[in-house]
């Protein structure tokens, strides 16, 4: 696989993921009574895009992705996957798209928590990776001959106060 399709194939699966993500933040939006784990999942998927958005960026502003990447972004759209089919098949009351219903929520409130901690891992990780990736690059950007300008700011720490709330 050349360069060029593996950066095709990569962008298309980030778009995938995106997508996944925007559909299960509707998706949350949309329950109305939900327990405050539920309201946690909502936010970890949230995080989640915005980690994802950053990937597409700095997917672009490189020829190609380390493999760590593409198969950190494929577990989070799996894992993506798995929360949207536990909402819409195990927590939505039926015949009533916009009500959670609490006694399915009781028997799978554990697997949401689950969830959240492995969408928080994955994103943290995402979040690593980026980080070393975007670190590479500016050391790329300012090596003047043999000599590499080195920072006194680590894009780790900022890329923490941007992705993290609080």
């Known amino acids: ?10 962008l298309a699966l980030i778009g995938a993921a995106q997508d ?15 327990p405050v784990e539920f309201r946690a999942l909502l936010e970890e998927v949230e995080n989640m895009q915005l980690v994802l958005a950053r990937v597409e960026q700095t997917h672009e502003a490189l020829e190609k992705s380390p493999s760590d ?12 996957l798995v929360v949207n089919r536990m909402i819409q098949d195990k927590l939505i009351k039926p015949g009533k798209a916009n009500k ?13 928590k ?11 990780s ?7 990736l975007n670190w590479w690059v500016i050391s790329r950007l300012f090596t003047v ?22």
């Open 1 to 10: 696989m050349s360069g060029l399709e593996a950066a095709a194939n990569i």
């Open 145 to 166: 001959g043999t000599c590499t300008v080195i920072f006194t700011v680590s894009d780790q720490d900022r890329l923490n106060d941007f992705y993290f709330k609080g």
């Open 69 to 80: 990447l593409k198969r950190l972004i494929e577990a989070a759209e799996r894992k993506m």
């Open 126 to 132: 995402i979040v690593d990776v980026l980080s070393a």
């Open 20 to 34: 996944v993500s925007r559909l299960t933040v509707r998706l949350l939006k949309r329950l109305k009574h939900a």
């Open 114 to 124: 689950q969830l959240v901690l492995e969408l928080s891992s994955l994103r943290q």
């Open 100 to 112: 959670v219903d609490r006694f399915s929520w009781v028997r799978h409130s554990s697997k949401a």
